[in-house]
């Protein structure tokens, strides 16, 4: 069985600090990983996956993440927080052969202050 | 281009009714996907269909269930409600249902209330 853990459900920070948002997996394969942002009243959005290859993964906006095997972690991150990027974000994990079947974390809420 | 459109927006029954759920994928897309989401149990995955048959299904009681039509909408049940079964339905969309290989559209849900 697969399981995703986002440390800290809320997490703050000021506009134009780093954003720093937190995700282990458990796998017993080697596994799928991806970062999706829910605004308010909307569905998800994809931000970034990681499949194979290149540890570090660009998305939009500006988030990047990396895949580290040996900490079982893909923690998301952005140099400069900005007000628009207050939402709610969620790590997934997924196996390779599970169609669309994806297990997420509980979710970060990013709270951004002026 | 239209993206993944769920009907009702919203949505009140009362305990013991049942109720039915609506998803238009993107077009071109075969793949749809029913997701939970409660703040006490977060995003959970119900089941995913391909080519009007249900390729995956997650750990949800026989109330749930789900259908494809030909054209790739889907409809989604949920029999003999519960006040647990307040939440927002999420249904997502992609070409071949391959998440690892390509992008999952989802739509903007459909928020269930149950009295």
């Known amino acids: 069985a697969q399981s995703v853990t986002q440390l800290g459900s809320h997490v703050s920070v000021s506009e134009g600090a780093l954003v720093l948002l937190r995700c282990n997996y458990s796998s017993s394969v080697p596994p799928y990983l991806f970062w999706y942002v829910q605004y308010p009243n909307q569905g998800l959005q994809l931000l970034l996956k990681y499949t194979t290859g290149a540890t570090l993964v660009k998305g939009i906006n500006g988030f990047e993440a990396e895949f580290k095997k040996s900490e079982t972690s893909f923690h998301l991150t952005k140099p400069s927080a900005h007000m628009s990027d207050a939402a709610e974000y969620f790590c997934a994990v997924s196996q390779g052969n599970a169609g669309n079947m994806l297990t997420f974390g509980g979710g970060t809420r990013l709270m951004v202050k002026p | 281009k239209a993206g993944v459109t769920q009907t009702p927006r919203y949505l009140i029954k009362t305990r013991g009714q049942q109720v039915t759920l609506s998803c238009s994928p993107i077009s071109g897309h075969r793949s749809v996907s029913w997701y939970q989401q409660t703040p006490g149990q977060g995003l959970q995955f119900l089941f995913e269909?391909?080519?009007?048959?249900?390729?995956n299904k997650g750990n949800f009681p026989g109330r749930f269930s789900g259908r494809q039509f030909s054209n790739s909408r889907s409809e989604m049940n949920v029999s003999t409600l519960e006040l647990g079964d307040s939440a927002l339905y999420l249904c997502?969309?992609?070409?071949?249902?391959?998440?690892?290989?390509?992008?999952?559209?989802f739509g903007s849900g459909t928020q269930l209330s149950v009295l």
């Open positions: 997502a969309s992609s070409f071949t249902g391959t998440a690892t290989n390509e992008k999952l559209f």
């Open positions: 269909y391909f080519s009007e048959t249900q390729r």
